[in-house]
């Protein structure tokens, strides 16, 4: 079955830098790529998602490419504030019902 | 803004006592799904629920897992016999349509002790 990994479990970066995220995924069907951002007693809220028929996409600080040949999508968060402090996972679907996540990245800004 | 919510925040039970986890999807969407979250590992897919039946679930919803919708607002999963394993976070979440944005809730924290 479709398995994603991620790196890195732990980033800090100083406020004002960017932060990349990466995932990559091994089922080639796959199609979907959302990002959710969890903060600390809360659900995971999605952030920006890409589909396979997409290269990259961008909204705001936030950005998300895919490489479908490598098989691999990545987060780019540009100008990095101490809000986007938080978890954040990646996952990957095929069959437009079941996400399947990566391990999470916990992302620390340091002021 | 719309939300999921989901009840009770944190249940603890006694293993081998049912469970019921409790959640309110966004009220147009069509698709409800659960996810767990072991602490420390990753978010794992249990099952989805499409016009009353299940869509698709996970190896790790076995026969001790069942959901629900009881009424027009509902979603609920139960979980019949708890076993220690079963501690876990419980998220709920709901889209619109199948393979758009999922909307989570706030998760349910299930202690089994």
């Known amino acids: 079955g479709e398995n994603v990994e991620q790196h890195p479990s732990t980033l800090s970066v100083q406020e004002g830098d960017s932060a990349v995220i990466k995932c990559t995924y091994s089922?080639?069907?796959?199609?979907?790529f959302p990002w959710y951002k969890q903060e600390l007693g809360k659900g995971p809220q999605l952030i920006i998602d890409?589909?396979?028929n997409v290269g990259e996409k961008k909204d705001q600080r936030i950005a998300v490419t895919l490489n479908k040949t490598a098989k691999h999508f990545s987060l780019h968060i540009t100008e990095t504030q101490p809000e986007d402090s938080a978890v954040y996972f990646c996952?990957?679907?095929?069959?437009?019902?079941?996400?399947?996540w990566g391990a999470g990245t916990k992302l620390i800004i340091k002021p | 803004e719309p939300e999921v919510t989901q009840t009770p925040s944190h249940q603890v039970t006694q293993m081998g006592q049912e469970v019921i986890l409790r959640c309110v999807p966004i009220?147009?969407?069509?698709?409800f799904y659960w996810y767990r979250q072991i602490l420390g590992q990753k978010v794992e897919f249990l099952v989805s629920?499409?016009?009353?039946?299940?869509?698709?679930k996970s190896e790790i919803f076995d026969d001790q897992f069942s959901v629900e919708r009881p009424d027009g607002s509902n979603f609920t999963l139960k979980i019949r016999s708890t076993k220690l394993e079963d501690s876990a976070m419980y998220f709920c979440?709901?889209?619109?349509?199948?393979?758009?944005?999922?909307?989570f809730g706030q998760g349910t924290r299930l202690t089994v002790v």
């Open positions: 629920f499409y016009n009353n039946e299940i869509s698709e």
């Open positions: 996952a990957a679907s095929k069959s437009n019902y079941q996400l399947i």
């Open positions: 890409i589909r396979s």
């Open positions: 089922d080639s069907a796959s199609n979907y």
């Open positions: 009220s147009n969407h069509l698709y």
């Open positions: 979440a709901s889209t619109l349509t199948g393979g758009t944005e999922a909307f």
